[in-house]
């Protein structure tokens, strides 16, 4: 079946501090990523997506590259905010009709200053 | 162009009772999802709505169902509610299907007591 999985957290950073959130997926066909953003008591943000393979999402300094060949989509940034600070979940979409986003369990980023 | 809007926000209920959530979609957009995010299981998909017809159904017992209205505004109740469905409840809307990206609202914190 289908399924994410991302590293386990917390991580906890240094301002300044490079930062990379592992995501592997399993899916059959070409799915769609997505990288969303959680932060306390709000609701998701999408922060990033790539719809085919080697694809690069980017968005407010994050990145990430759809990577079939290894099944990931794994998220980086040069140098961390406090304000970045958050839950990121990694997702996918089956490229198939009558699916429905699939989460990892959320890794939780913490940014000292 | 304003966001996808979640009512109420907070709620608190005990158990046997019945809840009604509410979901505003971006404007334009015609397809909503529903999510409930929990400590224990994450983020679950529960069920898509597109022409007020239901598309889509995650694994959730039947006391959890749901419309959508002309206007592609969406509501979901939930009845004889349980402890267990004590989480935050997420609305999601895309413009014609939900193999693109999806728009989060803030979400509902359930509290069942």
């Known amino acids: 079946g289908n399924s994410v999985t991302q590293m386990e957290g917390p991580v906890t950073l240094s301002e300044e501090a490079f930062l990379t959130i592992n995501c592997t997926y399993t899916a059959t066909g070409y799915p769609s990523l997505f990288w969303y953003v959680q932060y306390p008591g709000e609701g998701l943000q999408l922060l990033l997506k790539a719809t085919k393979a080697d694809d690069k999402g980017s968005n407010k300094g994050f990145e990430a590259t759809y990577r079939k060949e290894t099944t990931s989509f794994h998220l980086e940034k040069g140098s961390v905010q406090v304000s970045d600070s958050a839950v990121y979940f990694c997702?996918?979409?089956?490229?198939?009709?009558?699916?429905?986003?699939?989460f990892g369990k959320g890794t939780t980023l913490s940014v000292s200053s | 162009k304003a966001g996808v809007t979640q009512t109420p926000r907070y709620l608190i209920k005990t158990r046997g009772q019945q809840v009604t959530l509410s979901c505003s979609p971006i404007s334009g957009h015609r397809s909503v999802s529903w999510y409930q995010q929990t400590p224990g299981q994450g983020l679950q998909f529960l069920f898509e709505?597109?022409?007020?017809?239901?598309?889509n159904k995650g694994n959730f017992p039947g006391r959890f169902s749901g419309r959508q209205f002309s206007n592609s505004r969406s509501e979901m109740n939930v009845s004889t509610l349980e402890l267990g469905d004590s989480a935050l409840y997420l609305c999601?809307?895309?413009?014609?299907?939900?193999?693109?990206?999806?728009?989060f609202g803030p979400g509902t914190r359930l509290l069942v007591l």
């Open positions: 709505y597109f022409s007020e017809t239901q598309r």
């Open positions: 997702a996918l979409i089956p490229n198939q009709a009558g699916t429905a986003l699939i």
């Open positions: 999601a809307s895309s413009l014609w299907t939900s193999q693109e990206t999806q728009y």
